[in-house]
């Protein structure tokens, strides 16, 4: 790549992801944020200040019995030494609220290798009273991001671990091809970019049981079904199972200091507990990032 790549955590994520904000889909956090599907590190210190849009949040595969469109703002600082802070603050669409969650974090870059790199961080997810993302049922994520350029497709492993009301583990496995046009679009700074992906996850689904009891006073509403004392369901949440496989395509128009994305995402989950009534979904995302550096 010609130009700085700045690593943006929302799963997220988003999300994402991604979620994980998004997280969408984070690269290396939760889901349901959208963000840069590129993680060349450079040497520099640098400010990334970014706007996204979500049509739905998801998080490790997964999402809430509403569709929750969204906006989200996130500000990255990099240090040369590979150390990074960064905040983020979503807001769910059709809603009174001005701020449903706000994510605070920091990790550390590295790239021994021309071909590998990788992350490790520490997010703190903070949500207003109404909690309504399946995402609130956790606060804390330790993440831990590793990717190899075989040069054909490069792969990409992040385990992540989730502690708060619940706990979970889980482990995102990613395929991915980046390619961008040789010929310049406007002029010759300027060039598009593509990264398609496969990713599939694997892990533990206790957040969904903890969202589940934490509005049981919504089931009717929103289909969920009650779980814990009293309840139907022998699901064991606790053990590891695949949960998810997705296939997303980003487009984006790049310069020396921003990105402009719009990237396109099938989602199909497998194993749902039941808890909520998670089917085959697609997601679109659209995101602009600027870089100071």
Avoid at 116 to 135: D, H, P
Avoid at 158 to 168: A, C, I, M, R
Avoid at 188 to 193: E, G
Wanted: charged share 20%; glycine share 6%.
């Amino acid at each position: 790549m010609k130009y700085l790549r700045i690593l943006i955590l929302i799963a997220v994520c988003s999300p994402a992801t991604a979620a994980g904000l998004l997280r969408r889909d984070f690269d290396f956090s939760h889901a349901s944020y959208t963000v840069k599907d590129t993680d060349t590190i450079i040497r520099k210190q640098s400010l990334s200040v970014g706007i996204n849009y979500g049509s739905d949040a998801m998080f490790f595969g997964r999402v809430g019995p509403i569709t929750y469109p969204y906006f989200s703002s996130d500000v990255v600082y990099n240090f040369k030494s590979g150390f990074f802070v960064y905040g983020s603050a979503l807001r769910l669409l059709g809603y009174n609220t001005s701020v449903d969650e706000v994510d605070v974090g920091g990790g550390y870059l590295y790239h021994p290798t021309r071909q590998f790199s990788g992350a490790i961080s520490y997010n703190r997810f903070i949500f207003n009273k109404e909690e309504r993302i399946i995402e609130s049922a956790t606060s804390n994520d330790v993440n831990w991001k590793n990717s190899f350029d075989w040069g054909a497709v490069k792969s990409t492993a992040t385990v992540d671990y989730l502690f708060g009301k619940s706990s979970d583990f889980f482990l995102t496995v990613t395929h991915s091809k980046y390619f961008e046009t040789k010929g310049n679009i406007f002029d010759d700074k300027d060039y598009l970019s593509f990264n398609p992906a496969f990713s599939f996850i694997i892990g533990t689904q206790n957040f969904v049981e903890r969202y589940s009891l934490d509005h049981q006073d919504r089931a009717n509403a929103d289909n969920i079904y009650r779980l814990g004392p009293g309840s139907s369901s022998d699901f064991n949440n606790g053990r590891l199972n695949m949960l998810n496989y997705s296939f997303k395509v980003p487009i984006a128009y790049n310069r020396p200091h921003y990105t402009l994305e719009l990237s396109y995402k099938y989602s199909i989950p497998v194993n749902v507990e039941g808890a909520l009534e998670n089917k085959h979904e697609s997601f679109i995302s659209a995101s602009f990032f600027y870089v100071f550096y």
